[in-house]
């Protein structure tokens, strides 16, 4: 059935380094992929989707393209920010990953 | 516009006693999920509605939960009774309208709970 692995965290880097959150799915189609997002506190909310393949999604300074070749959908940054630390969640449907917690000092 | 809303917050039971969660979603949404969170995983999806009509429920433990959503509005997910392994937080979401996984879900702030 439809699936995502995501890579497992913890995640802790500086501010302004560089940010990459893997996913692979797997899927029949080509559905939409989506990375949701869990401040600390907060309930989960959209952070970017992409629907097709190719796509791009952008959120916040945040990118994923939607990598039909590889079935893949990771999340990038280049420069974080203390406020970017998180839970980070990438779903297909209605399944989602495991999360990955991101911890940026300052 | 208001966000989907979940009520209780916190719940502390012991095991076999029963517990209810109540979800209200964005108004004129037609489509509502509740999902298990247990600590460090990712959400699992319980029941999936679509309007009053339960579109999925293939993951939810029917001998010991339940859920309704009488009137296509608000919701409510039951568990009777309570095991230990029931501790977790229970998201409640909404989207627009199809349901199919391919639209923006929009997510309430849980409710925590946990059995002793």
């Known amino acids: 059935g439809d699936s995502v692995t995501q890579m497992e965290g913890p995640v802790t880097l500086s501010e302004e380094a560089c940010l990459t959150i893997?996913?692979?799915?797997?899927?029949?189609?080509?559905?939409?992929l989506f990375w949701y997002v869990q401040y600390p506190g907060e309930g989960l909310q959209l952070l970017l989707k992409?629907?097709?393949?190719?796509d791009k999604g952008s959120n916040k300074g945040f990118e994923a393209t939607y990598r039909k070749e590889t079935t893949s959908f990771h999340l990038e940054k280049g420069s974080v920010q203390v406020s970017d630390s998180a839970v980070y969640f990438c779903?297909?449907?209605?399944?989602f990953g495991a999360g990955t917690t991101v911890t940026v000092r300052a | 516009e208001a966000g989907v809303a979940q009520s209780p917050r916190y719940k502390i039971i012991e095991k076999r006693q029963s517990v209810a969660f109540w979800c209200n979603p964005i108004?004129?949404?037609?489509?509502l999920y509740w999902y298990q969170q247990i600590l460090g995983q990712g959400p699992k999806l319980l029941i999936q509605?679509?309007?009053?009509?339960?579109?999925?429920d293939s993951q939810l433990p029917k001998d010991r939960f339940s859920a309704e959503r009488l009137k296509g509005v608000d919701s409510t997910l039951k568990i009777q009774p309570a095991k230990l392994e029931d501790s977790a937080v229970y998201l409640c979401?909404?989207?627009?309208?199809?349901?199919?996984?391919?639209?923006?879900?929009?997510f309430g702030p849980g409710t925590r709970l946990l059995v002793l």
């Open positions: 979401a909404s989207s627009l309208s199809g349901g199919s996984g391919q639209e923006t879900q929009y």
């Open positions: 893997n996913c692979t799915y797997t899927a029949t189609g080509y559905p939409s």
């Open positions: 992409a629907t097709k393949a190719d």
């Open positions: 779903a297909l449907k209605l399944s």
């Open positions: 108004s004129g949404h037609a489509t």
């Open positions: 509605f679509q309007n009053n009509g339960v579109v999925d």
